[in-house]
């Protein structure tokens, strides 16, 4: 008995840390917790993992802050790079283009002339110039493209008073204006401000936003935003009012927020993407076949409204340009550099097939369900200084047999290099239509057979 009696009190005393030998009959001694958890091998254990946990993580911290920073550096050198590149690119087409204009001044004599005047012309501004009073500076309200558009809203009914229209949330904001859900006439609409600072920093801002307004106020189609009227009060009241619908193309397709890889919204049905496609291109087709030719110039998702039915609106006219017959336009970079055509971002003159091509990248995007070019990681400037050399497209679909082998065609055909090549949106909006209709036969099989 003493033996076993020894050995369960040695094997308490090896695994019980707390276990103190008592007299039997004494109860045993009593010791504060404060003293008990102090003198614990387990709480100093605890303690010290706690310890380090709580260092651990204090130095991490800052650690995941430089790692942020270092990644926005980086992002940020990447850009610059892709920007002077391009600008290098800018910068030689435009000493090219330059040799061919003295080229073709000496080959016809007009160099020598410009030479040999040159002292002439310097010595004739600076005798008019002491004979001349300074011109008056120009009053907004009476430049003469405004004008005449003024006139004619107050001919037609639709000019509107500022005092008319109640302001209400912020729905959306630009680099040259913001747009607000408001009330006229007891009537819900959309307000396209202009900044004020606009005016001030452009010179061509009054024609600008006097072009914005003509161009609106001449179209009359189903699938082309429909203006109820506008302030033509500048800088201050330089407002276009339209009907107001609050989803975009690019909302329907993507969801809300920026660009991303992964789907925040479920893919609609390619049905029903191709029947928005053929919307945008019938809408299309009726711009460019107006007279004169109207060229959109920045058609993209955002810029594609949604009505309640859920049929497209064309909206944003503030790059428009209205083209005579054979004319070609030479103004520069106009647009978004994703959906912007090769010949525009080469500063080349185009013409509105370059509409077509914004057309093509959004027609991929229905089809694909993906952002253009999402697959590349490239910012917007290298993505503009590939596609200007014709070596960048966005990825086609990769569904094989999944998607109308004639659709595709269309998306490459749309997107030439050769601007010459692409096709007319009447030629678009009928090969869309025999498309959409093999979409209808096929679903009323299915739905037979079911």
């Known amino acids: 008995m003493n033996v076993g009696g020894a050995a369960q009190q040695k094997k308490g005393t090896l695994f019980s840390p707390r276990h103190s030998t008592f007299v039997a009959g004494t109860p045993p001694a009593s010791k504060p917790a404060a003293t008990q958890s102090s003198s614990s091998p387990t709480s ?22 430089l790692e942020q920073q270092v990644a926005e550096l980086e992002k940020e050198v990447l850009k610059q790079k892709e920007l002077r590149a391009m600008y290098r690119m800018r910068m030689e087409r435009t000493q090219d283009y330059l040799r061919y204009c003295l080229q073709i001044a000496q080959e016809n004599g007009f160099l020598d002339i410009i030479v040999n005047n040159k002292d002439d012309q310097q010595q004739c501004l600076l005798s008019s110039s002491n004979i001349l009073p300074s011109p008056p500076p120009v009053q907004m309200q009476h430049h003469p493209d405004l004008s005449a558009v003024t006139d004619l809203a107050k001919t037609n009914g639709w000019y509107i008073e500022a005092h008319e229209i109640e302001l209400h949330e912020k729905v959306g904001q630009g680099s040259t204006a913001e747009i607000y859900r408001a009330t006229w006439r007891g009537l819900e609409v959309a307000v396209k401000c202009i900044y004020p600072d606009f005016f001030d920093s452009n010179e061509n801002g009054i024609g600008f936003f006097a072009q914005e307004v003509e161009t609106l106020s001449r179209q009359r189609h189903r699938f082309v935003l429909q203006l109820m009227g506008a302030c033509l009060d500048p800088p201050n009241y330089a407002w276009v009012v339209t009907e107001f619908l609050g989803t975009t193309l690019k909302e329907w397709m993507h969801g809300p927020g920026s660009r991303r890889k992964e789907r925040l919204v479920p893919l609609p049905p390619l049905g029903e993407r191709v029947a928005k496609a053929l919307e945008i291109a019938q809408a299309m087709q009726y711009l460019h076949e107006h007279k004169p030719v109207v060229m959109h110039r920045d058609l993209k998702p955002s810029n594609i409204f949604l009505d309640d039915s859920m049929h497209v609106r064309i909206a944003d006219f503030g790059h428009a340009r209205f083209l005579t017959d054979g004319e070609k336009a030479l103004t520069g970079e106009t647009g978004t550099y994703v959906y912007m055509a090769p010949e525009v971002i080469r500063s080349q003159p185009y013409n509105e097939k370059c509409d077509v091509y914004s057309f093509s990248i959004i027609l991929n995007e229905l089809i694909t369900g993906e952002h253009p070019y999402i697959e590349t990681d490239y910012g917007p400037s290298r993505i503009a200084l590939e596609v200007g050399e014709g070596k960048l497209r966005p990825a086609l679909p990769k569904q094989e047999g999944q998607v109308d082998d004639e659709l595709i065609e269309l998306v490459q055909l749309s997107w030439d290099e050769d601007a010459a090549r692409r096709p007319s949106f009447a030629t678009i909006t009928c090969r869309l239509r025999a498309i959409q209709s093999r979409f209808v036969d096929a679903l009323q099989l299915l739905s037979l057979k079911d």
């Not at 993992?49 to 995941?64: A, E, F, H, K, V």
């Open 44 to 65: 100093c254990c605890r303690g010290f993992n706690d310890c380090m946990i709580m260092g651990s993580t204090t130095t991490r911290q800052p650690t995941l802050k």
